[in-house]
């Protein structure tokens, strides 16, 4: 099987994540993570195979595959040394975010480890170190002290189904075998190649071409102004599905005027969200709702209202709580009459720089059409550190940015939007209310309370009008039809994914 990407091979090694090398890995590819996601975005297991959790939720005792006969692709057995070695490297070494809520672990049985977590914290992280958090051998890494910096040959083995071969630099391409007898079942694909392509043109063209047989771009699906290219071809399917990720924009609330409910409502009636939603994903992209969680997500509020542009309503607002052009100059100020003009921050993208700018320009001229003075911000987009910064610091007025399918999986797009007092905040919504709820619903006990919390946040989103998703579109990650049969399409991500390896078999 031949799969087409765009994001390079950077750092062969299992500790790495952001290149093509480590975002296979989300697929339970060469790494294995504990747990995996299925196409519904619930938890399933894979090393980790069971798990309860304690009353009160502060740990839970789980169960592993230490008696499987897994192997390393070195060929040393997976034991429970390794299991518990990991999570002590994660926490005290690697210090991952991915589990901080772990605060020890205690081995029970060569199977069985108990989870202990600094609070009612335990369905938070099999949710939340779900695909990502990876078992790592205790014989290559015990005496590494920056496992970010490891370079050796050894950093790639992992247990997952497949083994990595070779990288052949020049051609940006990467070989994989696949492992034999391996505990979850036959794989049927017996060699994955990985190549990376300059750009998603090169891709449609390759695979158009039948030189791969997928697509796989985590986060990243193809344009929507490219799906007629892989629409109506023969022996190609389009790989549609709906988004659970989004476009959107974010209010800041620690100035003017965005921290004013009356202003942001003005906003949410100014923008024309046709326009928006066509610019997004074309003819087969959607008005968003008022409550920001996209459709295919867990907790989706269907009752909620969808978005609708109503210019004399925003300008009555606008009216009504004193922002008036005072001075006759076109340009509405303040309530208390100092001038204004509202920055808008699009996030730093080299491959969806095009897209931001464009949305940029239609929310301009939505603003401009009810008085608002709105500037594009150039000065914090110049780079990824720049933008961050700037949107860390919580300065901002209005920012643009995106949900992926993996945050909107469980942490949803709220993350972007709450002030959750710890880590790296993007959001600047401080209602104690609202960020006690979002901690709640990252801390809930099962689904269906982490459902019902999420329809809350929707509701109490909505009221306060924290920001507006700007389309709920389809994604796009195509395949070919002619060589292999039996892909399983997970919305948002497409047919390369945990399940493909077990079900995808060659059409005899």
């Not at 497949?162 to 034999?180: G, H």
């Not at 202003?263 to 968003?288: H, N, P, W």
């Amino acid at each position: 099987m031949y799969i087409g990407t765009t994001k390079a091979p950077e750092v062969i090694s299992t500790m790495y994540e952001r290149d093509a090398f480590g975002r296979m890995n989300y697929n339970s590819f060469c790494a294995a993570p504990f747990l995996e996601r299925d196409e519904n975005g619930i938890v399933q297991p894979n090393i980790m195979t069971d798990w309860a959790f304690s009353d009160d939720q502060t740990s839970l005792v789980a169960t592993f595959a230490t008696d499987q006969g897994i192997k390393w692709h070195d060929g040393e057995p997976l034991t429970m040394d390794d299991i518990e070695f990991t999570f002590n490297y994660l926490m005290n070494v690697k210090k991952s975010s991915y589990i901080h809520m772990l605060e020890s672990v205690e081995r029970i049985s060569d199977t069985q480890l108990k989870l202990n977590f600094d609070g009612p914290s335990a369905f938070n992280f099999i949710n939340y170190a779900c695909m990502a958090v990876f078992v790592y051998p205790k014989h290559i890494w015990e005496n590494v002290e920056s496992p970010n910096d490891y370079r050796e040959a050894d950093a790639a083995v992992g247990c997952g189904p497949y083994r990595f071969v070779s990288w052949d630099q020049d051609a940006q391409t990467m070989y994989y075998d696949a492992v034999e007898d391996y505990f979850k079942g036959e794989l049927a694909i017996q060699h994955v190649v990985v190549r990376t392509y300059d750009s998603q043109d090169a891709l449609v063209m390759a695979l158009r071409n039948g030189e791969i047989d997928a697509i796989y771009d985590y986060s990243n699906s193809l344009s929507s102004t490219m799906a007629g290219s892989v629409t109506g071809i023969e022996n190609v399917n389009p790989g549609m599905s709906d988004n659970p990720g989004q476009y959107q924009l974010v209010f800041g609330f620690n100035k003017q005027p965005t921290s004013d409910l009356a202003f942001r409502q003005a906003v949410s009636k100014a923008l024309d969200y046709k326009l928006l939603a066509a610019t997004i994903g074309g003819e087969a992209a959607e008005i968003g709702g008022v409550g920001l969680v996209a459709p295919p997500n867990k907790g989706y509020d269907a009752s909620l209202p969808r978005l609708s542009q109503d210019v004399e309503q925003a300008t009555a607002i606008l009216d009504k709580n004193g922002y008036l052009d005072t001075n006759g100059d076109g340009w509405r100020e303040l309530p208390d009459g100092k001038a204004m003009d509202v920055l808008l921050t699009a996030p730093y993208s080299t491959t969806q720089k095009a897209l931001f700018d464009r949305l940029s320009e239609i929310i301009v001229s939505n603003l401009a059409d009810i008085g608002v003075k709105c500037t594009i911000d150039d000065k914090h987009q110049s780079d990824t550190d720049t933008y961050r910064a700037f949107i860390y610091s919580g300065e901002y007025e209005i920012t643009l940015g995106s949900t992926s399918p993996g945050v909107a999986a469980y942490e949803t797009a709220f993350y972007y939007y709450v002030n959750k007092g710890y880590g790296n905040a993007w959001g600047t919504y401080s209602d104690p209310d609202f960020v006690q709820t979002y901690l709640d619903m990252m801390n809930s006990p099962n689904y269906d309370v982490y459902n019902e919390r999420v329809r809350t946040l929707q509701k109490m989103a909505s009221d306060n009008v924290i920001g507006m998703p700007l389309a709920w579109d389809k994604c796009y990650f195509p395949y070919r039809t002619d060589r292999f049969e039996g892909w399983v399409n997970y919305p948002g991500w497409g047919v390369i994914n945990n399940k493909t390896w077990y079900q995808v078999h060659p059409i005899t």
